[in-house]
């Protein structure tokens, strides 16, 4: 990038103003989107995606999901209400499990961040910095003063594409350096862990509970907490890990980032775990590898359904729920063996965001029940697992 001038972002008086550098996207057709560099001012590449969310970018940006990816963000304004970090380090808070407690992950997992407008004086009582200082503190590259509305239509007539943001002074980077092969085992814990909830009111002790392993592909922290909320002991479990040695009386499957026909040892997993008949219920990636474990098919969507505000059919009901999505991949309907059903419809682009066995207590959705920040309209698809867990555990 040649050299140009650097901008003096506003400030209140008293306050020093900071240099922006001027900063581009570059898509892979070849169309280039001017702004100014905020956050880590190196340039980035990676896959250019859309969410259409609100609010929540603190659990967007370190939601697994979005692992690899440059993320836009069709809401004209980011950072008015800061990040919720602590206020001198920008380090997250965590609960006394080591949960975060305000994001879906330890750290921000995208690979660069794209709005039309990024404020530098965010006003929340729980702000401890501004977006632009933490993606810095995270290593993490923005670009603002875009047309985001242009850049989405883009998106939208040719489908996700490569792209890489090119800062004013920082190294060269190529589109295909963003590629990521596997980033399901850059996201999964490595470890095995166990979560235990408070014990209830009147008892001194956790004993008794349900065993719910966790296989983590990427698993957003509001899953733990949901189900730790549910009173169940929680096994996470890495992606390639081998069932055969956890005792469990539930499967859940989390979400995560990729192609779900990379995770060929998870799918391997529930194939087997099928054969045990104990409740399995998937959520995103999951849905997907359920689907892949069970005979069906996948395929990659033209440019996601990423948002807190796609609609939802239940095809037993005919009810339509607002869900909270963020995923680039479908199952294929006709691929689906006789003994599976679709379960949930997409109201807009009528694809698959559901399966279940006609047969065994195995299913899964596309959307996220668990939704942070929301919306929570179908959370109550978690209770009705931990119903089914409990019906077979009897």
């Known amino acids: 990038m040649k050299k140009q001038l650097t901008k003096t972002s506003q400030a209140k008086p008293g306050k020093q103003a900071r240099q922006v550098k001027q900063a581009k996207l570059v898509l892979e057709d070849g169309s280039e989107f001017a702004g100014w560099s905020f956050g880590k001012g190196r340039s980035q590449a990676g896959e250019v995606v859309f969410t259409t969310g609100m609010t929540g970018y603190p659990q967007s940006l370190t939601d697994p999901s979005f692992r690899g990816q440059i993320l836009?963000?069709?809401?004209?304004?980011?950072?008015?209400?800061g990040v919720p970090v602590k206020p001198k380090t920008a380090e997250p808070f965590f609960d006394e499990q080591g949960i975060p407690v305000h994001f879906e992950s330890e750290k921000v997992q995208v690979s660069a961040f794209v709005v039309s407008e990024a404020c530098d004086e965010?006003?929340?009582?729980?702000?401890?910095?501004?977006?632009?200082?933490?993606?810095?503190?995270n290593n993490v590259p923005g670009i603002y003063g875009i047309d985001t509305r242009a850049l989405t239509e883009r998106l939208r007539e040719h489908g996700v594409m490569r792209g890489k943001i090119l800062v004013e002074g920082s190294r060269e980077v190529t589109i295909d350096s963003g590629v990521i092969q596997n980033p399901v085992s850059e996201v999964s814990h490595s470890e095995v862990k166990t979560y235990l909830p408070p014990p209830l009111p009147g008892?001194?002790?956790?004993?008794?509970?349900l065993k719910i392993a966790l296989i983590d592909c990427g698993a957003k922290a509001n899953i733990t907490r949901c189900l730790l909320a549910r009173n169940v002991e929680v096994i996470r479990l890495p992606w390639n890990h081998d069932l055969k040695d956890i005792e469990y009386d539930g499967l859940f499957l989390s979400n995560g980032p990729g192609d779900p026909k990379d995770?060929?040892?998870t799918i391997a997993m529930v194939r087997r775990a099928f054969s045990l008949g104990k409740p399995i219920f998937g959520i995103c990636l999951g849905n997907q590898i359920m689907a892949l474990a069970a005979g069906?098919?996948?395929?990659?969507?033209p440019y996601g359904h990423r948002g807190q505000n796609q609609p939802c059919v239940d095809t037993e009901t005919g009810r339509c729920y607002i869900t909270s999505q963020n995923h680039g991949y479908a199952v294929r309907n006709e691929t689906l063996p006789k003994s599976w059903e679709p379960w949930f419809i997409n109201a807009n682009d009528g694809t698959i965001e559901g399966i279940r066995s006609k047969k065994s207590p195995f299913s899964a959705v596309q959307f996220h029940p668990e939704g942070c920040p929301g919306p929570r309209d179908t959370e109550f698809l978690i209770d009705r697992f931990i119903e089914q867990v409990k019906e077979m555990k009897k």
Do not use: I, M, Q, R
């Open 72 to 81: 836009v963000s069709t809401w004209p304004l980011a950072g008015n209400y």
């Open 203 to 209: 008892k001194k002790n956790n004993s008794g509970l």
């Open 296 to 301: 069906a098919d996948t395929y990659k969507l």
């Open 122 to 137: 965010p006003s929340h009582f729980a702000s401890g910095a501004t977006l632009s200082a933490w993606l810095e503190k």
């Open 263 to 265: 995770c060929g040892k």
